[in-house]
């Protein structure tokens, strides 16, 4: 209920013209003390400490400071109240109090005056008005102008403000940032990359409102691929991807470990064996297979070969097999041999005078040694190997030959056979040869003697033995004493 209409005052006769009354503006009272020279007047309007500070800045020629994000808050809520006030500002505009009568107060100027009085109350009434107006006006002018102020720095914010999409590492989110490039907006969010970091659009790209941004960190990988190690980097986050994005073949190959299992930021060791031609040569025919073996024996056993005992393979079984290469099976069979070696004997020389010079007497005659040997032979698919000794033993040691050689100067001639034709006996009997021996083993030198007539001539050892001068002179001894006879076919030859 308004108090003009039914707050009730009490009957003064002292008081004057009622209506001479201060008229008092839209705000005050309350018992709250009003600026200097305004002591009846109070002001009930509520001014935030941003606003006095940016109104008095305004009427001072001050740019207002950079509003801080809840001052932009309440500045928007401001204005948004700001929009609905002069309803609420008629709604709430005090009625004047309707004071009693003067002609209730005072019977003497009661129906006579009214008429007079009632031109001097309108023109009061409205210099009232008016300055209650002015009073207004002059109240919102700052206000006007720090809400001008906040209206600019609002527009100029929001200007600035950028909805960015932000994917870390397949975590994406919208945020909302005034950064002006990538790498500024990479600082403001406490992202760090790496030289194996991707960000895209690279660092230092200027940001407009609505980029997508997208950070893959990288990963270590420990490589080994068809049996070459090596260290790569990816930014894969599973094993599938991280063989997509480094170009490997993955159709039929070997995987150490699962395809989807996730990678994580501290890597992963991989083995990788792509699927490869090898071609198998074995027992004469040749076997093509498809195989990611880690060896060639693994190969060979996938085409069907199996390797038994000493057999191998033309390249070590246990190398990694390439693409196109072509491996022989080698069938393999070892054995042992022994053979047994003569072992050669020494000659012993020894010089004896009683021996015409020439002579030379086989005393004791050498005798070979025995070794045995043991080889161990191998055969390559069918085909035998140059065999490798393994050891050796003696069986028998040699003996050692002992020679006599004759010193002794030999007679210059012998009477009655010196003129006889020596030479045509030896080639017939001999044929010339002074160690010609007959098949039978019975005679022996130029002149074929036997054993026996030659020792009795004086002779040592066996004839084919002595030097051809002394069996010349043998010969001629024979010849006087027994004439051709001793060489019933040859002797003729002689001509004597």
Not at 186 to 200: C, F, K, R, T, Y
Not at 455 to 481: F, I, V
């Amino acid at each position: 209920m308004s108090n003009a209409r039914f707050e009730t005052y009490e009957t003064d006769a002292t008081v004057g013209d009622l209506h001479s009354a201060e008229t008092v503006g839209y705000g005050h009272g309350y018992g709250i003390p009003g600026p200097p020279g305004e002591d009846t007047r109070r002001s009930d309007t509520y001014r935030p400490a941003y606003e006095r500070t940016l109104q008095e800045g305004a009427l001072q020629g001050q740019s207002p400071p950079e509003p801080t994000l809840l001052e932009r808050t309440l500045v928007e809520q401001t204005l948004a109240q700001r929009a609905q006030q002069p309803q609420q500002t008629l709604a709430r505009q005090p009625t004047e109090p309707a004071l009693p009568r003067r002609a209730a107060l005072d019977p003497a100027t009661g129906p006579a005056a009214g008429p007079a009085a009632g031109p001097a109350r309108n023109g009061h009434r409205r210099r009232a008005r008016y300055a209650e107006r002015a009073e207004g006006m002059r109240r919102l002018l700052p206000q006007a102008l720090v809400v001008a102020c906040l209206t600019g720095g609002t527009a100029a914010f929001l200007a600035e403000d950028k909805e960015i999409e932000l994917d870390v590492d397949g975590t994406p989110r919208t945020l909302h940032t005034f950064a002006d490039d990538v790498t500024e907006l990479l600082a403001d969010e406490g992202i760090q990359v790496g030289p194996h970091d991707v960000v895209s659009p690279g660092p230092g790209e200027d940001l407009e409102h609505g980029d997508e941004i997208e950070v893959r960190y990288g990963r270590p990988l420990i490589l080994t691929l068809d049996g070459e190690r090596r260290e790569v980097w990816t930014t894969a986050h599973t094993v599938e991807g991280a063989l997509r994005q480094l170009g490997v073949r993955a159709e039929g190959a070997y995987v150490s470990t699962s395809r989807s299992r996730r990678i994580g930021r501290e890597g992963l060791a991989l083995d990788v064996r792509t699927e490869r031609t090898v071609t198998v040569m074995a027992d004469g025919r040749a076997r093509t297979v498809r195989t990611n073996a880690a060896t060639v024996r693994e190969a060979v056993e996938q085409a069907g070969v199996t390797l038994r005992g000493l057999d191998t393979t033309s390249v070590p079984p246990g190398s990694f097999p390439r693409d196109g290469q072509t491996v022989t099976v080698l069938r393999i069979t070892r054995t042992r041999e022994v053979h047994e070696e003569p072992i050669p004997f020494h000659e012993v020389r020894a010089e004896d005078p009683s021996l015409l010079r020439g002579t030379e007497v086989v005393e004791r005659p050498g005798q070979p040694g025995l070794r045995r040997i043991t080889y161990s032979v191998r055969t390559v698919n069918g085909v035998r190997q140059k065999p490798r000794r393994l050891h050796a033993e003696v069986v028998r040691e040699p003996r050692v030959q002992v020679v006599k050689v004759g010193t002794k100067t030999p007679p210059a001639s012998v009477a009655g056979a010196d003129r006889l034709d020596w030479g045509a006996l030896a080639a017939c009997e001999s044929g010339g040869r002074p160690d010609a021996v007959d098949p039978s083993g019975t005679y022996g030198g130029l002149y074929q003697f036997d054993t026996a007539t030659w020792q009795a001539l004086g002779g040592q050892g066996r004839p084919q033995d002595a030097s051809p001068a002394e069996q010349t002179y043998r010969a001629k001894k024979l010849y006087l004493r027994s004439g051709t006879s001793p060489w019933p076919h040859c002797g003729s030859r002689l001509g004597g």
